[in-house]
């Protein structure tokens, strides 16, 4: 059964009081439309029977900014100029879904649909029947009402600006999303009728259309809030932004997490974690970051696109960024290690301590005050306090190489490119620009002075 997905993403957003479009406003990280895409690709990808064969994304005037954010060239992106309308809207996509079996329609601005929910919705369909995704609520304010006759079948929805109070009374409510049979859209469409406070073409009265006609209508209901959820204030924004965030968290404390307060953890992207892991407050973890067993994150970190294995330790308000961290590391507090750096097991990076596209063997200890970027380091080297690699000449960007075993004194500049051998010693207050030698101490320093003659000026 050939399937055309119609996302509407039509609406200006008028309420967000803001210059970008209600879809692309962030929730977990991301604009809401890529959540909404998120479970397209996973339709596209299921094993199911449908062949998704067409993608039709609804637009206002700002398609432009869209696109930019959705890279799937075979979308066929479709200009609804005039908003008068969700009816409105799939009558404008419909001329290019014509050669498919039947309309799934969502919206781009329920960034929580599940595919599995929507592959229900098409089940129940059979492919001839239109088919309403319901839900029930127990306050269901804002909501066009299910209405049914003493069978119980579906026979009509009635928006909530339209419903009586015997209606609105009703808890079984409509998400707007459905299965439609585009044989019988081409019938339909044409009936539809503005008749209502807005004076738009409601897509809900295709209902009562086909059950007028005794067409039958079928739907499937979710109990899941959370995916039929949309977003149309700052308020509901910010409402489901931490809904999503506490669903995130009792999912891993589920799994064995130790979360120490569920309300001030951001995930925003993927987090995996084993056993045994502890998160302090205010973590916020971005794009796919998992942590092994017996890890403990401290207060106020930040993890973009790392891992972290077991009984690796980072100590509060540290910033690890597309890293990888082997087992038993200590890291922090205050630590920031940037993009491509490796840390081998057992590696103690301290506070104040910047890494940048560097590897760290195991059992290295750089512990206070250090800037190592471009660097391959040994094992079990120390590196003093304020120990900078000079790895930038304002144009080109130079390597340090550090052998195993070595000392490195406090407030050394290692001028890149440079050589530090195995065993080597550095002393404390040196600039080296040239290979330090092997098993030797190396240092350089300007000789102390007394002035005698000198004033402090007053």
Same mark, same amino acid.
């Given at each position: ?71 799937? =060239?075979?979308? $066929? ?50 492919? $001839? ?61 044409? %009936? ?6 807005? =004076? ?34 700052? $308020? ?18 589920? =799994? ?65 960024? %597309? ?77 340090? $190489? ?57």
């Amino acid at each position: 059964m050939k399937v055309a997905i119609i996302i509407l993403a039509a609406g200006n957003g008028l309420r967000m009081q803001s210059d970008t479009p209600k879809v692309l406003q962030p929730i977990a990280g991301k604009p809401i439309l890529m959540h909404v895409m998120d479970t397209v690709n996973e339709l596209l990808s299921s094993k199911s029977a449908y062949d998704f064969s067409k993608i039709c994304i609804v637009v206002n005037k700002q398609y432009d900014l869209m696109r930019q954010h959705v890279s799937n =060239k075979a979308i $066929q992106w479709v200009v609804q100029l005039e908003q008068k309308g969700t009816g409105d809207a799939v009558k404008q996509a419909l001329p290019f879904c014509s050669d498919c079996d039947v309309m799934l329609v969502i919206y781009g601005d329920m960034p929580f649909i599940r595919s599995e929910t929507l592959l229900k919705l098409l089940d129940h369909s059979k492919g $001839q029947q239109l088919t309403i995704l319901t839900s029930q609520l127990a306050n269901p304010t804002g909501y066009g009402r299910i209405i049914r006759n003493q069978q119980h079948k579906l026979i009509d929805i009635v928006e909530e600006t339209d419903a009586t109070k015997e209606q609105k009374k009703n808890i079984e409510i409509n998400t707007g999303m459905m299965v439609i049979p585009i044989s019988k859209l081409k019938d339909w469409l044409p %009936q539809m009728k503005p008749n209502n406070q807005q =004076k738009e073409y409601y897509l809900t009265d295709l209902v009562h259309i086909a059950s007028s006609q005794n067409a039958c209508v079928q739907s499937h209901t979710t109990y899941h809030i959370l995916e039929i959820t949309g977003v149309n204030t700052r $308020q509901q924004q910010i409402e489901l932004e931490r809904a999503y965030q506490r669903w995130q968290s009792d999912n891993l404390i589920q =799994k064995g997490v130790y979360i120490i307060d569920p309300n001030r953890l951001d995930i925003r992207g993927s987090l995996s974690a084993g056993h045994d892991v502890t998160i302090d407050i205010n973590c916020i973890f971005e794009g796919t970051v998992s942590l092994g067993n017996h890890v403990s994150i401290g207060a106020g970190c930040i993890i973009r696109n790392s891992h972290l294995a077991d009984y690796t330790t980072v100590n509060p308000y540290s910033i690890i960024d %597309q890293s990888n961290i082997a087992s038993h590391c200590n890291i922090g507090p205050w630590a920031r290690l940037r993009p491509h750096t490796k840390l081998a097991e057992s590696v103690c990076i301290g506070n104040f301590v910047e890494i940048k596209d560097a590897n760290i063997s195991k059992n290295t200890k750089i512990k206070h005050l250090s800037y190592i970027g471009n660097a391959d380091i040994g094992e079990q080297v120390n590196i003093g306090a304020g120990t900078i690699t000079c790895n930038y000449d304002g144009i080109n960007k130079y390597h340090t $190489q550090i052998k195993n075993e070595v000392f490195i004194g406090a407030n050394t500049a290692l001028i890149a490119p440079l050589i530090i051998e195995e065993h080597a010693t550095i002393g404390a207050g040196s600039t080296i620009t040239q290979t330090a030698e092997a098993g030797y101490l190396t240092l350089s320093r300007v000789k102390q002075r007394v002035i005698k003659q000198w004033k402090r000026p007053r």
